[in-house]
């Protein structure tokens, strides 16, 4: 009778650890899918970030150059690129944002100067950037993230 009560104690401790191992399998993959939802999750808000702090960004810098004239649409290597003007004593200077390498980017110079768009400074990561005149006040900047999800945004100026 002895061993039967041996061989009982024994699948018992058997049991209580397979449980045992069961329960911590199933945590360490609740736990690693977890981890990967939070990665998935945090990736998504910092491109959905970029992309809406272009936008946004941009449409800031039209509302401080509102002033008759001082905002345009032109391009810079072929790329679509906002031109904002101010008078600074007596000279014209520009500011130019665009996209450029896969970057937002912006240069500030005198008017007449040669402008190379390498040499701009890096606003932030993009995938794309556009901007239009709809009408005579009215622009709209368009930004891609990585994933090629478009932002878009009607800026009116008021001059």
């Given at each position: 009778m002895k061993s039967s009560g041996s061989r009982s104690?024994?699948?018992?401790?058997?049991?209580?650890?397979?449980?045992?191992?069961?329960?911590?399998?199933?945590?360490?993959?609740v736990?690693?899918?977890?981890?990967r939802v939070y990665r998935n999750?945090?990736?998504?808000?910092?491109?959905?970030?970029?992309?809406r702090s272009s936008v946004t960004y941009v449409s800031t810098k039209?509302?401080?150059?509102?002033?008759?004239?001082?905002v345009k649409v032109s391009e810079?290597?072929?790329?679509p690129a906002l031109l904002l003007?101010?008078?600074?004593?007596?000279?014209?200077?520009?500011?130019?944002i665009y996209h450029y390498d896969g970057s937002l980017r912006e240069i500030f110079t005198q008017e007449g100067n040669e402008i190379d768009p390498e040499f701009g400074t890096v606003i932030m990561d993009i995938e794309d950037f556009s901007i239009t005149q709809v009408s005579d006040n009215l622009y709209s900047v368009t930004s891609l993230d990585r994933k090629e999800n478009p932002v878009e945004i009607m800026v009116s100026t008021r001059s």
């Open positions: 104690h024994m699948m018992d401790i058997l049991f209580a650890l397979a449980l045992f191992c069961v329960f911590a399998a199933s945590a360490l993959m736990a690693l899918i977890g981890a999750t945090v990736e998504n808000m910092n491109i959905n970030f970029d992309t039209i509302r401080q150059s509102d002033e008759a004239g001082a810079i290597a072929g790329t003007e101010q008078k600074i004593g007596d000279n014209t200077y520009q500011t130019w």
